[in-house]
Each structure stands twice: as C-alpha cells, then as structure tokens.
C-alpha cells in the first residue's frame, strides 16, 4: 500500500494494518480500539479491505491504462466506497485523473466511511468524489463523467449483483479499459461472472480470471495490450488451483467437494464436449476463454444441431467419429455411462482421452496451459 495513503489514514486516527501471511485483507482500525490480531482474525472494525497482492495488481492495471490511454482520457469509478482504501489507491495511481465512488452506506459504520474517504483525499489532494446511493440505480447521481476508462466493482456480492452492476456501467465505458471485479471466487460469484462474460463478448471485452489475487478477482479489458498479454500468460483461471476454495483463509472453510478429475490443455491442443444442456455451464468460463482450443459441442438431441452455445457449434454425436479433437469431455452428468459407451463406439482411440475417468466425480476441472 502506498506510504501516503498509509500515512493519511494515521493522521485521521486509524492504524492502517497492512495484514500478514495468515490475515490477508488490509484494514483499518481506530487507534484507541486496536489491539494485536489472532491467526486468521479480521480487523475487529468493519472496514477490511482489498489485500497486498489486489494492490499489486492495481498498479498494474493503473500502469496498463497510462500507456493505453492520455491523462485526461482516463477517469475511474469505484462501486463499493467502505472507508475508501480502494478508492484512494486509485486516485493516488491513476492521478491527477478523478474518481467518483458510490457507496450505499448500509453496513456498519459505512457513512462514517464516506465521510471519512472525503477528508483523506482532501488531505492527499486528490479528485475523489463520493456520493451516497446503491449501484445501478442512482449512478446517474454518481458519475461526473459519460466514459471510464477504470471500474471497481466492489459493492453487494451475490450473482445478481454483479450483472447489474455491469449492465448499469456497461454504457459508461471508454474505448481503451479495465472493469475490476472483486471477490467472485472467494463470494461464490462464478455464475454470475459467467453471465457477465456473455453480455460482455459482443461489447469487445475479454475476460480473465486472476487466479493468483487472494479473493479470486476477475478482469473485463478492452484494448489494453500491455495487460492483456501479461493476463494470458499467467492466468489459467480462478480454480485452475484450488477447485474448492478461493483465498487461503478459514472463514469459514465451505462443505469439501468431491475429488474431480483434472484436463490440462496443452498448446495447440483441442478439446470437445458430449452434451450440449445445462451441465455444460460448468466449462463456459474455460470455452468463453479459449474458443481456438474447442473442437467441437457434440449432442443427441437434433434440435440443438446446428446451433451454438458459447459461441461454439453444436454437432451432431455421430461425427465424434471423425473428430480432430484430442480429448473429449463428458458434459451430460446424467447420462455419464451412457456417453462414455458411445465415445468408445464411435471413437475408441480417444477413451483413454476421455473425461472425468472411471471413478472420478463430475464436473471434470478444464484448464489451459498459459500462452507463451
């Protein structure tokens, strides 16, 4: 965290924690209340924030954006204020373009924290604006500027949320851009992620998946190519990793799922799916992500042949015979056996390749080797 934030904050009377290896958000607590924290304690004051490594990945998308965009092209938008941490490190990165900052202010202390946000960046001299009110609705209200070329999405974390959140600022979007959004894999948001990547592919932004943030960050970038290259190489997806849990915290600890088996996709490798319903959602982040590595969608049904789903076609099952895939995913829980004996039927060479292997749980974990 940048020593001036740190050092703002100390003058309003907050010790600034900057976490540690088993505490991992930084936060904020008022000086008389601090007291030395306990293995994977949080502040005791509401206000944890975004952790050292979110910080680091800031400044790279902050570094990204100054070469993409000039100064007065780029101008930022925080959707979730708290006491501010995200906001001024923004601000301080991205200066001495503005920032406006919506916060609802309905957990505790969150007016404090708005209040709070304006006088630090009056100390740092920054332009913070922060405007009371629940996204999307009142960012009207919010926003002094029609384009961003930054978003921090950061506010309600549940499924729903996110889409709206990204429906209300997806008018909002400079040409050259980032939309930062936090906490999906740690809140369980991949659904809504997904559903968010799908409105935003036609709108030219890819996305990405930060698999090495704490709270499984994800990223929407449009025509920034010197983050965009980085993101390729280094991010095979949010549970590319750890398939049960995101951030190595106890908070506590979800249900265990069972062991799944695990595909990695290598360079130049294709790969296609048996069953073309519902179950193939499970594999939309990997199939939105890299569309050249997909094969094919292969279904029974002849209603859906012909058509696609996450941009890719659905075939007819019978040309799994003369598929060029090099392994085959099994996307029909239901009817696991059944596709298993038709892949060996109409293409035996590929059985040894086929997903998840006998005994092991669905839905398999798809991953691709990271570009070059």
């Not at 944890?48 to 400044?59: G, K, P, V």
């Not at 982040?285 to 590595?293: A, G, M, N, V």
Request: net charge negative.
């Amino acid at each position: 965290m940048l020593p001036s934030i740190i050092d703002a904050y100390s003058k309003e009377n907050f010790v600034f924690e900057l976490g540690s290896p088993s505490i991992l958000w930084t936060g904020l607590t008022p000086r008389e209340d601090w007291q030395p924290r306990w293995r994977y304690d949080t502040p005791s004051y509401r206000q944890i924030a975004i952790s050292i490594r979110d910080a680091w990945f800031f400044m790279l998308v902050a570094d990204a954006l100054k070469q993409a965009n000039t100064p007065s092209q780029n101008k930022s938008l925080i959707i979730g204020n708290s006491f501010g941490i995200s906001t001024m490190l923004v601000a301080e990165l991205m200066k001495p373009s503005p920032v406006d900052a919506i916060d609802a202010e309905t957990s505790m202390g969150s007016d404090e924290g708005s209040q709070l946000t304006r006088r630090v960046a009056k100390r740092l001299g920054l332009d913070v604006q922060v405007t009371k009110g629940f996204s999307p609705q009142d960012l009207d209200s919010a926003c002094r500027h029609d384009k961003y070329s930054l978003i921090f999405v950061d506010g309600e974390h549940t499924n729903e949320q996110i889409v709206k959140d990204f429906i209300g600022i997806k008018d909002r979007l400079a040409e050259n851009c980032i939309i930062f959004f936090h906490d999906v894999g740690l809140r369980d948001m991949d659904e809504g992620w997904l559903k968010v990547r799908q409105l935003a592919q036609p709108l030219g932004l890819t996305g990405y998946d930060m698999s090495a943030t704490d709270s499984g960050s994800t990223l929407l970038v449009r025509n920034v190519p010197a983050l965009e290259k980085m993101l390729k190489q280094s991010c095979p997806g949010l549970r590319a990793f750890n398939d049960t849990y995101h951030a190595g915290i106890a908070l506590p600890l979800p249900p265990l799922r069972p062991d799944t088996d695990t595909l990695v996709v290598r360079e130049n490798k294709k790969v296609a799916f048996f069953g073309a319903g519902n179950d193939l959602t499970h594999y939309a982040h990997f199939i939105l992500s890299h569309p050249d590595s997909i094969e094919a969608i292969y279904d029974d049904d002849p209603t859906k042949i012909g058509a696609s789903r996450f941009g890719i076609e659905i075939k007819p099952t019978s040309q799994i015979e003369t598929t060029s895939a090099d392994s085959i995913v099994i996307s029909t829980h239901s009817y696991l056996n059944q596709a298993r004996a038709k892949i060996n039927t109409l293409a035996p060479q590929l059985i040894a390749h086929t997903y998840p292997r006998d005994g092991l749980a669905v839905p398999t974990r798809v991953v691709k080797t990271p570009n070059m």
